[in-house]
């Protein structure tokens, strides 16, 4: 923090303004250390009570349901899991997809685009337990599809709530695509379909899986939207109009237990859910590190 | 580099028939040093049968608007074949937009339209029944900012054309080599065309872009201020480029660099404030213009 002063009659810096500035600096410090706080402690937390849960039968064994005895392991939820975002996934991403290029492609500055975008922005903000509750009363009170509570019910709460989020990023990602881009395919005599998919999709493409990898790390870890949709159950059953497991589920279910065997094995799901929207993550980091749009 | 490109299927790049097919002649100008050499050995050739490549393009009271605003007023202009045209004048003159009414590209822009009349030959561009893709195959564009397509490598850029078309050609890599060989590309390229295009450098970019047009087989080439981003030497590149380049098509360039105008043109538009001035030969225009504001303008009085 030297400064050297001119020949020119520049004034060197007051003595006062470089106290400002180190006070400032040490109180930024401070914030961003005590933000990272929490953090730390969720980790330490998470792998300080997870870890002891894990083992093999932990990830291959269904809950049992017994209070008692061996309460099990979380197979049932991490294939729900699985199951429902998989679901989720293939309705919300391409559904996301065409709807920001429409927006971006088609729909421009018009009226109705700017319709949709302040919806999906409204949508964006919605808690998460209104989408539970709308699938809940539109499709599992009526028995929609023959049973209740069922994963499917659970995977749509769950692409509702992606859909905003899927939304948002692919528009972000396709509204940096050059227009340069554009006009040079529309320029070759490229029908506006053929610009869309030869050239804005795959220049678009790395933004565009990291944005949808973000979205399901953000539907995964959701619980509400599936409490009273897709239900709580022990078994694995990889059929969709049954009730399904999942981990934020599981979690729920057991972390309100008197037994602590069953407090443990909501921390180990805790944990196993945490690594997996992390490794999400960071795929979508790799993804994102191949874009060559700025 | 070899001059003579044929890149039409019907008479493909071979360089043991390039001396006997017949070499339009363009102008006095060639630019070329081996060039003027081909064409001497064809000379009698030409002129027992010129061979007309080129395509003329006409603007009959053409208007351009950007919403209400009328960009461009009542511009009537003819581009002569295999003639390179500049297109000068300050900038906002309108010149650009002109220019992308020839191939409808200036439409694409939200809420432009254009009115009057682009011959291509005696064909009406704006006719009800033409489809805009045939005119965009038809009249190539080269931009002012180098844009290969980022996901593609060199070869695929320059078929890009191709797919984009859904046009079928029975030899992709022989149209690729002949498109790279008329921008000038070829040798600097050859051993790396699986690479990504935007791996070259500014000019070399451009230069692929070109050839990108050019694989197309269109009539005319527009190009838009083609080097304003790019340094004097491959600048001169393109400038060479462009003498080549006459043999086959009818050019357009729009530049805000007078000398360039100069250099690489035949005639020369002058334009201010959306209407055209004067259109002449271009030493005419530098030299000895009608209107006394085209006399200010490359003289450097204004813009």
Redesign the interface.
Known sequence: MSTTPSSVALEPTGGRRRQTDRVMRVVLLVLTLVALVPLVLVIVKLLGSGLKALSWKFFTTDPTGSFLGDPGGIKSAILGTLEIIAVASAFSIPIGIGVALYLVEYG??GRFASVVRYFVDVLTGVPSIVFGLFVYAALVVSKVGGSGFAGWKGALAVALLMLPVVTRSAEVVLLLV?D??R?????????RW??VW??VL??A?PGLITGSLLAIARGAGETAPLLFTAAIVQGTTYNLNARMNSLPAQIFADVGQAQDRLVTRAWGAALTLVTMILILNIVARLYSRRS?LS | MTEDVRIHPDSPVKESSVSTEPEPQAGPDLGGGSLARLTAENATAERDQPEQTGHTITLENVDAYYGDARAVKGVNLEYAANRVTAMIGPSGCGKSTLVRCINRMHEEIPGARCEGRVLLDDNDLYDAGVDVTAVRRAIGMVFQKPNPFPTMSIHDNVAAGLRLTSKRSDDVGELVEASLRGAGLWDEVKDRLETPGIGLSGGQQQRLCIARAIANEPEVLLMDEPCSALDPIATLKIEELIHELKQRYTIVIVTHNMQQAARVSDTTAFMLMGELVEHADTEKIFTNPDDPRTEEYVTGKFG
């Open positions: 421009k500055a050059p340069d881009l006009e040079a395919a529309l320029a070759l005599g490229a029908p053929k610009v030869r050239v795959p220049t493409k060559r």
